[in-house]
Nanobody, 115 residues
Framework: QVQLVESGGGLVQPGGSLRLSCAASGFPYSLDVMGWYRQAPGKQRDLVAV???????RYADSMTGRFTVSRDNTNNTVYLQMNSLKPDDTAVYYC?????????WGQGTQVTVSS
């Protein structure tokens, strides 16, 4: 059974930092791409950052310079280091994994940025 299990969400003050983790298990093949999307209330799910199995990363424009995505291929884990967090970053963050054209999603972890 394939699983993506996220951890690390929570409440943080503006300007603070959080690190999200997502552990993948049960996949029969190596994961081409792993990364993160987010969805705020009443909005669509949007790209945050993704990274390929060769380490090429892609970020949404508003995250460049503040967020860093990385992955550990040995342990099938992807991370998202989030710095200088803003209230607009408040959302449910979803882990994503892709094999070919097939996408897999985690359950999501809430990130709330508020004073």
């Amino acid at each position: 059974q394939v699983q993506l299990v996220e951890s690390g969400g929570g409440l943080v003050q503006p300007g603070g930092s959080l690190r999200l983790s997502c552990a993948a298990s049960g996949f029969p093949y190596s994961l081409d791409v792993m990364g993160w999307y987010r969805q705020a209330p009443g909005k669509q799910r949007d790209l945050v950052a993704v990274v390929s199995d060769t380490g090429n990363a892609r970020y949404a424009d508003s995250m460049t310079g503040r967020f860093t995505v990385s992955r550990d291929n040995t342990n099938n884990t992807v991370y998202l280091q989030m710095n200088s967090l803003k209230p607009d970053d408040t959302a449910v963050y979803y882990c994503n994994a892709r094999i070919g054209i097939r996408n897999y999603w985690g359950q999501g972890t809430q990130v709330t940025v508020s004073s």
